[in-house]
């Protein structure tokens, strides 16, 4: 007698979500069989690599290492400028900061990943341009916490996962932004009003992050959140406010002359004048644009 053995179930596997410029540059996966040092350039900013593991990377999409450490009450400015100027040379601004007791090893170690993920996240974004690798260059911070491009590379995707399924626009991240004028509620954070009082309709979000002294991707999330409730937008996508012609509540034609002084008549008043349709202005709800493209990011979720 023959035993049919039933197949265990499949479980079912999370499918990860597809989003526009999907993928990081193609080139970092040869400097790592290389094992290379130097600085990869691209339109977001530049990634350095030492022994084919990535080492700092700066953008000017976000604040530097020296602007978190200052804005969290680490260090001061005038020790910062000793380090760079004791230490620069010698690509070992890192190394002084801890030997001379200005910060701690875990502090410095804590800032530098933020930093670091910050910036990769902008260095590695969807670009059309040539990647370029010069090769030899060591960064001035010199060694703190070497990171391996993988690691790099899945943060950098999780990151542009997290904002796509919060607001799939990603013109929050880079325009200048206006308030809609709607009230914000009591789910907006501390954290986010910080981010509302900085909106003037000229500053972007990097321009908010360096204001604030926080990392640029937690502006980011805070921005798409805000834009997803309908508060914040795009200084394009907002309509012009409509010039509403001014209309007399009562036109009427004037009477005409009496012809003769002795015996003057009084016409009669002419009939109202109505004004044509096509002077009239329009109203145009400025909310309704805003209502239109959330209802469009939820259908596309």
Known sequence: ??????????????????????????????????????????DGGML??????????ES?????????????????????????????PLRQVGRFLVDSGRIGQGALELCHLGALYDAAYFVLGPSGAPAR?????AHWLGPVRPVPVAAVERETLRRRELLHRIWPDPATDRDPLVRTGLPAGPAVTSRQRAVLERIDGIRTAADISRALGRPAFHTLVDLRRLAAAGLVATRAAVPAPVAHATVPARATVPAPLAP?????????????TPVP?????????????????????????
């Open 1 to 42: 007698m023959t035993t049919v053995r039933t197949p265990p179930p499949t479980l079912p596997v999370r499918q990860r979500t597809q989003i526009p410029g999907d993928g990081v540059s193609p080139l970092l996966d040869r400097l790592v069989a290389e094992r290379a040092t130097g600085v990869l350039m691209r």
């Open 48 to 57: 350095h690599l030492s022994g084919g593991q990535v080492v700092y990377a």
């Open 60 to 88: 000017p999409a976000t604040p530097g290492l020296d602007a978190l450490l200052i804005a969290r009450g680490a260090l001061d400015e005038e020790g910062w400028r000793e380090a760079i100027a004791q230490a620069g």
């Open 133 to 137: 690798f010069r090769y030899g260059e």
């Open 260 to 272: 003769a002084p002795a015996r003057a008549t009084v016409s009669a008043p002419a009939a109202e």
């Open 277 to 301: 349709a096509a002077q009239q202005a329009p109203f145009a709800d400025p909310h309704i644009t805003f209502l239109k493209r959330l209802r469009d990011a939820l259908e596309a979720l």
